[in-house]
């Protein structure tokens, strides 16, 4: 035994050293990043190029995607409408739906963020989440969308991309330990390298990402959003070439009587983009109802019904490309064109509504074409040598059906002249655009069609972001357990001598199963003091407590508790088990609600911004005041696992925990303010605030 244990002393000092050059390590790599991340704005500007590069990548390899799926279900790389004239019924309606199961599956079990449009889902994270995406979300998008649309569903390449770029952008930033104000910027890089690498238009992809992903425009964020697109157009044109998307015939604005039709088309592309609005919106709802089918298989549904729906105009599948190019150079009828127009808009709404996976933008695209070339049809006659040609008309519906359905005019524009290269139109396309975009924001009241979806789910945005900064917080994490209750039957004079004894502000009067009837408020209480002294024993509870008075539930925003407080002005909410179960949980404090909106407000980018700042601190303790100074920190392992408010720091060292830098499971930094209850984990980095004696000696 003793020689055992002769053995092993020498292996203590050792090990020792090994723990020390790994704190080493850790503390040199982090400082390497804070100097990296937290100074130079060329920093920001050269994780932009990144994200540029990868999302031109990413661009291309998604395309590949569609083709092989593209080639295995119809045996052609870009499967022509006259390929899908000849193709057998059986394979028009089983192969949108056997990708629609695919899909499905994808969603359900791998990643329900590539389910749908895509953007909605990066604008929330922007607003909401901190614009922090889940990296998993680029892989699953790539193959929910591409197997979507390669198997023939109405949908876009666009939406996919910029949630696959959003994807990249979020991960490098997060890998880079970025502050949230950057995340987002480099989430708007990704999603405008998305934009640029398809439609080979790298300004109108800045200002997509600057107008629909931000909601707002600063140089600072502009900057490294355009190196982002620049450099995926730079990749995409180096795969496919410098060609412009579509190839219109030669067309132009040839007299200031165009005006006309073109007013007229505006008007119908901004009540179309309404219409396309509130279809995809309807068709989500329709195919979210539960109990009718498991969420995996409707997608295969709505796959079947657009197979139904190709048998009879089998130009519905697909994006819609075709669609633009035929409304360009096909003279077709005028009903043709319009009901090729409905039909592609039910297309999309099986498509997306059942829970396939592609984006709105080219679909809205083929919309406007064949919307402006049904004008047209109607002009030309009228117009005779005074006409500009019919693909003037579906160019120019193009763009006011991007506006309408994105409320970007900026964007719509500039999307038309970049994807087409024609400049002759800019006339009667700023007018179009701008009267479909004011004409659809009034009916759709001020909401996008990436918008619309989150206003449905109840979150508001403005400038790109919730101004309720108490969206993402529930009630079921503020409130508190314990509250007074009482019978309806107990006296009013009991219930008074109760009330002004109690440290709490509301009775609550419940059943014999603890259900909530009504509530007693102090108030409630004086007015009864001041009835008749005779009433006291007759009156009861039931006969004084308020019965219609409002109440959350656990899963409640603060932010719906806000405005019910506002409306009630009462001191607490009750918080039921749910609508059916009308049982007490607890309550809801109204002061409890104001310390998260501020505590909200201070941490929404404090903790990065300071934690820039403090990046020399693994050298040197910070002197910021006289007597007080900043130095990090390395608990030791007897602190492992206790909670702040066990290692009572304060007292023990005399100084206070700020921040603390921790190593996420993924390798990443992340630094945030931690409270009380906050367990101190191994690894973890804690910036202290105190004298200079004690944080020397904590450093």
Same mark, same amino acid.
């Given at each position: 035994?003793?020689?055992v244990m002769?053995?092993?002393a020498p =292996?203590?000092p050792?090990t020792?050293?090994?723990r020390?050059l790994?704190?080493w390590?850790?503390r040199?790599g982090r400082?390497? +990043?804070?100097q990296?991340?937290?100074?130079?704005?060329?920093f920001?500007?050269?994780?932009?190029?990144?994200?540029?590069?990868?999302g031109?990548?990413?661009s291309?390899?998604?395309?590949?995607?569609?083709?092989?799926?593209?080639n295995?279900?119809?045996?052609?790389i870009e499967?022509?409408?006259?390929?899908?004239?000849t193709? &057998?019924?059986?394979?028009?309606?089983?192969i949108? @739906?056997?990708?629609?199961l695919?899909?499905g599956?994808i969603?359900?079990f791998?990643?329900?963020e590539?389910?749908?449009?895509?953007?909605?889902q990066?604008?929330? @994270?922007v607003?909401?989440?901190g614009a922090?995406?889940?990296?998993r979300?680029a892989l699953?998008?790539i193959f929910?969308?591409?197997?979507t649309?390669?198997s023939g569903?109405?949908?876009?390449?666009?939406?996919?991309?910029i949630?696959?770029?959003?994807a990249?952008g979020s991960?490098?930033?997060?890998?880079m330990?970025m502050?949230?104000?950057r995340?987002r910027t480099l989430?708007?890089?990704?999603?405008?390298?998305?934009?640029?690498g398809?439609?080979? @238009?790298?300004?109108?992809?800045a200002?997509?990402?600057?107008?629909?992903?931000?909601g707002?425009?600063?140089?600072?964020?502009?900057?490294p959003?355009v190196?982002?697109?620049?450099? !995926?157009?730079v990749?995409a044109?180096?795969?496919?070439?410098?060609a412009?998307?579509?190839s219109?015939?030669p067309?132009?604005?040839a007299?200031?009587?165009e005006?006309i039709?073109y007013l007229l088309?505006g008007a119908?592309?901004?009540?179309?983009?309404?219409v396309?609005?509130h279809?995809?919106?309807?068709?989500?709802?329709?195919?979210?109802?539960?109990g009718?089918?498991?969420?995996?298989?409707r997608p295969?549904?709505?796959?079947?019904?657009?197979?139904?729906?190709a048998l009879?105009?089998?130009?519905?599948?697909?994006?819609?490309?075709?669609?633009?190019n035929?409304?360009?150079?096909?003279?077709?009828?005028?009903?043709?064109l319009?009901?090729?127009?409905?039909?592609?808009?039910?297309a999309?709404?099986f498509?997306?509504g059942?829970?396939?996976?592609?984006g709105?933008?080219s679909?809205?695209?083929?919309?406007?074409a064949?919307?402006?070339?049904?004008?047209?049809t109607?002009?030309?006659?009228?117009l005779?040598?005074?006409f500009g040609?019919v693909a003037?008309?579906?160019?120019v519906? +193009?763009?006011?059906?991007?506006a309408?359905?994105?409320?970007?005019?900026?964007?719509?524009?500039? +999307?038309?002249i970049?994807?087409t290269?024609n400049y002759?139109?800019?006339?009667p396309? +700023?007018?179009?655009?701008i009267?479909?975009?004011?004409l &659809?924001?009034r009916?759709?009241?001020?909401?996008?069609i990436?918008?619309?979806k989150?206003?449905r789910?109840?979150?508001?945005?403005? #400038?790109?972001?919730?101004?309720?900064l108490?969206?993402?917080h529930?009630?079921?994490?503020?409130? =508190?357990p314990?509250f007074?209750?009482?019978?309806?039957?107990e &006296?009013a #004079?009991?219930l008074?001598?109760r009330i002004l004894?109690?440290?709490?502000a509301?009775?609550?009067v419940?059943?014999?199963e603890?259900?909530l009837?009504?509530t007693?408020?102090l108030?409630?209480? #004086?007015?009864?003091?001041?009835s008749?002294?005779?009433l006291?024993?007759v009156?009861?509870?039931e006969d004084?407590?308020?019965r219609?008075?409002?109440y959350v539930l656990?899963g409640s925003?603060?932010?719906d508790?806000l405005?019910?407080?506002?409306?009630t002005?009462?001191?607490?909410?009750?918080?039921?088990?749910s609508l059916s179960?009308r049982r007490?949980?607890g309550?809801?404090a109204?002061?409890?609600?104001l310390?998260?909106?501020?505590?909200?407000?201070?941490k929404a980018?404090?903790?990065q911004a300071?934690? #820039?700042?403090?990046a020399?601190?693994s050298? =040197?303790p910070?002197?910021?005041?006289?007597g007080?100074e900043?130095s990090?920190?390395?608990?030791?392992?007897?602190l492992?696992g206790?909670s702040?408010a066990?290692?009572?720091?304060?007292d023990?060292?005399?100084a206070?925990?700020?921040?603390?830098?921790?190593?996420?499971?993924?390798?990443?930094?992340?630094?945030f303010?931690?409270?009380?209850?906050?367990?101190?984990?191994? !690894?973890?980095?804690?910036?202290?605030l105190?004298?200079p004696?004690?944080t020397?000696?904590?450093?």
């Amino acid at each position: 035994m003793l020689t055992v244990m002769s053995r092993s002393a020498p =292996q203590q000092p050792r090990t020792t050293r090994l723990r020390s050059l790994g704190r080493w390590a850790r503390r040199l790599g982090r400082s390497w +990043m804070e100097q990296a991340r937290g100074g130079e704005y060329l920093f920001l500007l050269f994780t932009a190029a990144i994200i540029g590069i990868l999302g031109g990548v990413g661009s291309i390899i998604f395309g590949a995607g569609i083709h092989l799926v593209q080639n295995i279900s119809w045996g052609l790389i870009e499967p022509t409408v006259e390929l899908l004239r000849t193709t &057998s019924p059986w394979k028009l309606l089983l192969i949108p @739906a056997a990708g629609g199961l695919i899909v499905g599956l994808i969603t359900t079990f791998f990643a329900s963020e590539a389910k749908g449009h895509g953007v909605p889902q990066v604008i929330k @994270a922007v607003a909401l989440a901190g614009a922090r995406i889940r990296g998993r979300v680029a892989l699953a998008k790539i193959f929910a969308s591409a197997i979507t649309i390669g198997s023939g569903g109405s949908a876009g390449r666009e939406g996919p991309v910029i949630q696959i770029g959003a994807a990249i952008g979020s991960r490098i930033g997060q890998a880079m330990g970025m502050s949230t104000r950057r995340l987002r910027t480099l989430v708007a890089c990704g999603a405008a390298a998305g934009i640029a690498g398809t439609f080979n @238009a790298p300004v109108a992809g800045a200002l997509f990402s600057v107008e629909v992903i931000l909601g707002e425009f600063g140089a600072a964020q502009f900057s490294p959003i355009v190196i982002s697109s620049v450099l !995926a157009t730079v990749v995409a044109r180096s795969w496919h070439g410098n060609a412009a998307v579509f190839s219109p015939p030669p067309c132009t604005f040839a007299s200031p009587w165009e005006l006309i039709p073109y007013l007229l088309l505006g008007a119908l592309c901004g009540l179309a983009s309404w219409v396309y609005i509130h279809l995809i919106s309807r068709a989500e709802i329709l195919f979210d109802r539960p109990g009718r089918l498991p969420n995996w298989s409707r997608p295969a549904l709505g796959g079947l019904m657009l197979g139904a729906l190709a048998l009879f105009f089998p130009q519905v599948m697909g994006g819609g490309l075709h669609l633009c190019n035929q409304a360009f150079s096909d003279h077709l009828p005028a009903l043709l064109l319009l009901t090729l127009a409905v039909a592609k808009l039910l297309a999309t709404g099986f498509t997306l509504g059942s829970g396939g996976s592609g984006g709105v933008f080219s679909p809205a695209l083929a919309l406007g074409a064949l919307l402006g070339a049904f004008v047209g049809t109607l002009a030309e006659p009228l117009l005779g040598a005074r006409f500009g040609g019919v693909a003037a008309y579906s160019l120019v519906g +193009m763009g006011g059906v991007i506006a309408g359905t994105m409320l970007a005019p900026i964007t719509a524009i500039l +999307m038309v002249i970049e994807i087409t290269s024609n400049y002759a139109i800019i006339l009667p396309v +700023m007018t179009v655009v701008i009267l479909s975009t004011v004409l &659809s924001s009034r009916l759709s009241g001020h909401l996008s069609i990436y918008t619309f979806k989150l206003a449905r789910d109840g979150i508001r945005l403005f #400038r790109g972001r919730s101004p309720d900064l108490l969206q993402a917080h529930r009630v079921a994490d503020h409130l =508190q357990p314990h509250f007074e209750t009482t019978r309806p039957s107990e &006296s009013a #004079r009991d219930l008074v001598d109760r009330i002004l004894s109690s440290p709490h502000a509301q009775f609550y009067v419940v059943d014999d199963e603890g259900a909530l009837l009504g509530t007693i408020t102090l108030a409630d209480a #004086r007015r009864i003091l001041l009835s008749p002294p005779a009433l006291l024993g007759v009156l009861m509870a039931e006969d004084v407590m308020r019965r219609h008075t409002p109440y959350v539930l656990p899963g409640s925003s603060l932010s719906d508790a806000l405005a019910k407080f506002a409306s009630t002005h009462l001191p607490e909410l009750p918080v039921l088990h749910s609508l059916s179960d009308r049982r007490l949980l607890g309550t809801l404090a109204y002061p409890d609600v104001l310390n998260a909106y501020q505590d909200e407000i201070f941490k929404a980018d404090a903790p990065q911004a300071l934690s #820039r700042g403090l990046a020399s601190l693994s050298a =040197q303790p910070l002197e910021i005041a006289p007597g007080y100074e900043l130095s990090e920190w390395e608990p030791p392992a007897d602190l492992h696992g206790k909670s702040l408010a066990d290692a009572r720091l304060p007292d023990t060292r005399g100084a206070r925990v700020l921040l603390i830098k921790r190593i996420a499971p993924d390798g990443t930094l992340h630094t945030f303010l931690p409270d009380a209850r906050t367990i101190i984990q191994a !690894a973890d980095t804690l910036i202290l605030l105190g004298p200079p004696t004690e944080t020397a000696e904590s450093h």
